[in-house]
């Protein structure tokens, strides 16, 4: 009966430790857009993990490596109506994605001294900065309009300084902001605006069959638009 108790005190302890390894911090990604009859917005509210690994030293040093993971969902800005704008959580390299973002407002240099503590005092930086702070425009994320947002394949890529191709003169990219906050990731919006993400099963944007024919086919995929689970 004490070696039950000792087993089950010792996978407690064992859980109880791994998950005060795990660091979350939530951010509102802001976009802002100069149209002819004033500035549009979207936001999103999303949540950064970072796993730490669980017994640093123990295993060789490519096991240790920080663990990034990220829920939520891609901003949505109507530019006009029902036309929109969106601004992806990844797919233009490792520079582009949301936590790049937390990176290029936020230098975290303690990590490169100590990447387990580093990451811990660097979250806990982070989450007492209340302030909005501009993304620098070499870490914006990819932007992306339908021409027929109920068909995925009529999906665009638009360079950030040339939207205004798609939704007219006068349009233009104001500005990228995050903003440390508290809370859940919010979900909803994006599926809503885009019904084949829960209704067809679509990995790679490419069309229902095994071809590969479809605009962006193998590059963008329906995570760039939902993550919900880490």
Known sequence: MKFVFLIVLLLTFLT????????????VARVEVNTPTGIKTGSSLMRLTY???SF???????????????????IAVEVSPGRYLFALLGEGGYYTEPDAWLGAVFYPPVISVNRDAGYKRWIGELKRTKTAFP?????????????????????????????????????????????????????GKVE???????????????????????????????????MRDF
């Open 56 to 74: 640093p030293g123990f295993f060789p040093s490519y096991l240790n490596n920080v663990r990034r993971g990220l829920q939520g969902e891609a």
């Open 16 to 27: 109880v430790y791994v998950t005060s390894r795990t660091l979350n911090v939530s951010i």
């Open 51 to 53: 796993k730490r690994p």
């Open 135 to 187: 993304v620098p425009e070499r870490a914006y994320p990819p932007f992306v309009v339908f021409s027929d947002m109920n068909d995925f394949t009529s999906i665009q890529v638009l360079e950030p300084d040339d939207i205004a191709a798609f939704f007219g003169s006068g349009t233009s990219i104001k500005s990228l902001t995050i903003e440390t906050t508290s809370g859940a990731p919010v979900f």
């Open 192 to 226: 809503k605006l885009l019904p084949w993400l829960t209704t067809e099963v679509v990995t790679r944007l490419c069309p229902p069959t095994y071809q590969t024919t479809g605009p962006h086919c193998g590059s963008i995929s329906h995570g760039d638009f939902l």
